[in-house]
């Protein structure tokens, strides 16, 4: 089990049936902004991302294209799935496919193990199944269709037909670890949350759990049973595996023993599937469950799931070619309180970049510069006597940092932004109330301005640390701008945690030019004006 020290988050790996759009790029940010904070921070830092490959909706998307899974798959993950992390600025450590070896091959030591051990055995299975969710349904997830789908079931979440299957399949003995699964939920609270999430899935379990079909035989895309290849495995049941495959399992113990047990950032849509199905796949093999499962909420478009199959995707470079990857992490972090539902607009996320973003830090970021270029010949000048509006400063600026960093401990990462403006919003003011451009008028206040112009450079060193991980872009050119030492990000130079320990930029230090952080955009350039 790895120490205190690590920090193993990782995100859903995602269907390559069809190209990423926003909501997709949500969880990825989410999950990169908390890890880049505990990289930071000096946690022994673990990313990881990736896509799931196998199954029958991936095999009839190849089908309907013409090719064959694999090549789609490729084509996807090469196309679509690599380039949005270059898009949105995700800095993870390790992209697994379901397709590669070391997952496949540690897949079926897993299962045979639990087979070994009496976890698994054959049965027959008659089931409504949905290909989209790639599950059979529950009843409370099954409806009657309307429309062109009037009288027939439908899946609650697709809105699409059930079909009812039937085969002879091997079963995972799920109904064992139904009281194992509620005492962990009771001894440990925190182990799915936020709260909405953890009530649903003690109410699920409470009501009973059937064992779970993990075979399937009427197709062959996905892993061979190894005791057994006219069966693949259940798509769900390869795909959780991603992550203990990834770190070790079965080929590398002591990465295992270093990284695992993980965090797991998932959709609410699929978090039964993390907080019941899984943990109790790690109870039957004997080995530590999760520390966390956290179900976000989905991105709603006019009011609807971000949904490619409902014609409401949108895709992240309609974003990104208008705003920048740096606006589009900010808005998302910043909009939405992360756990419950949020919905996109364009409207406010042009008047977000516009007043918090360009006006409020960028703007703030510019004007320090330019008047400690102005005033001070591009040196960063020292500290007088601090007066009590300079210490007020300090003090938001130490009180953001330990804000922000338990905000980030609870994945709140919206309460960790809001705390970090704070030290915008104080600065703004600050600058507003004690007027450099008055005080360089007299030369007895040569002193003076000095402490104000020192303060304000040296909020900008601590907003830069702390909004490194949601802005990297932006904040590495104010760091530039700065003529901070060192690399920021890098734990040598720069330590989270520690971002609120006043005087770090020291006086004398010579500033450079800097470009605007967040450049004004024409209204007709919004893709939804």
């Known amino acids: 089990m790895s120490d205190g020290s690590s920090f193993y988050i990782t995100t859903p790996i995602f269907y390559v049936n069809d190209v990423p759009h926003i909501g997709h790029a949500y969880t990825e940010v989410a999950a990169d902004v908390l890890a880049r904070w505990h990289r930071q921070a000096g946690d022994d830092t673990w990313l990881l991302t990736g896509t799931d490959e196998h199954g029958q909706k991936i095999l009839r998307t190849a089908t309907a294209n013409g090719t064959t899974p694999k090549e789609w798959a490729d084509r996807l993950v090469t196309n679509e799935w690599l380039p949005l992390l270059k898009t949105i600025d995700i800095a993870n450590d390790d992209f697994i496919r379901t397709t590669d070896e070391r997952h496949e ?3 079926q030591k897993f299962l045979q193990k639990l087979y070994d051990d009496g976890y698994i055995y054959a049965g027959e299975y008659e089931a409504l199944y949905c290909v989209g969710c790639e599950e059979f349904k529950p009843q ?14 439908v899946c609650a979440i697709h809105s699409k037909p059930l079909e009812l299957l039937q085969e002879k399949n091997y079963f995972f003995r799920m109904s064992d670890f139904a009281d194992r699964l509620l005492a962990l939920y009771e001894e440990r609270p925190e182990f799915v949350q936020p709260e909405s999430a953890r009530n649903e899935v003690v109410s699920f379990v409470r009501q009973g759990l059937s064992d779970l079909s ?8 996905g892993i061979k049973v190894p005791w057994d290849e006219s069966h693949v495995v259940y798509v769900w049941f390869d795909a959780l595996l991603n992550y203990v495959t990834a770190v070790g399992y079965g080929q590398d113990e002591e990465t295992f023993e270093r990284r695992w047990p993980a965090t797991h950032l998932v959709g609410k849509d699929i978090l039964r599937f993390h907080a019941v199905i899984w943990p109790a796949m790690l109870m039957a093999a004997g080995l530590e469950v999760p520390h966390r499962v956290f179900g976000h909420g989905w991105l709603l478009v006019g009011g609807e799931k971000m949904s490619k199959s409902k014609l409401t995707g949108i895709a992240p470079t309609q974003i990104t070619d208008t705003f920048g990857s740096d606006a589009f992490r900010y808005y998302f972090m910043r909009a939405i309180n992360f756990g419950q539902d949020g919905s996109f607009s364009w409207e406010d996320l042009s008047a977000r970049y516009q007043a918090e973003l360009a006006n409020g830090f960028g703007n703030l970021a510019s004007r320090v510069i330019a008047m400690v270029t102005r005033y001070f010949e591009g040196i960063v000048p020292p500290a007088g006597a601090y007066q009590e509006a300079d210490l007020q400063v300090q003090r938001v600026v130490a009180a953001a940092t330990a804000d922000a960093d338990a905000a980030i401990g609870r994945f709140a990462i919206h309460d960790a932004l809001t705390a970090v403006w704070t030290i915008v919003d104080e600065l703004n003011g600050y600058i507003t109330l004690q007027e450099p451009w008055v005080l360089a008028k007299d030369d007895a206040q040569r002193e003076r301005l000095g402490t104000v112009l020192y303060t304000a450079a040296e909020g900008l060193r601590a907003l830069a640390v702390l909004l490194s991980p949601v802005i990297p872009q932006a904040t590495a050119k104010l760091w530039t701008a700065l003529g901070a030492s060192g690399e920021l990000g890098a734990l040598a130079d720069q330590r989270l945690r520690s971002a609120g320990d006043w005087g770090q930029l020291p006086a004398g230090t010579e500033v450079n030019g800097l470009e605007a952080l967040f450049p004004r955009i024409d209204a007709d350039a919004v893709p939804g004006a």
């Open 140 to 153: 409370s997830e099954i409806v009657d269709g309307t429309g062109e789908y009037e009288g027939q079931k």
């Open 214 to 221: 993990i075979s399937r035989s009427s197709f062959d895309w």
């Open 105 to 107: 091959t540690n897949v």
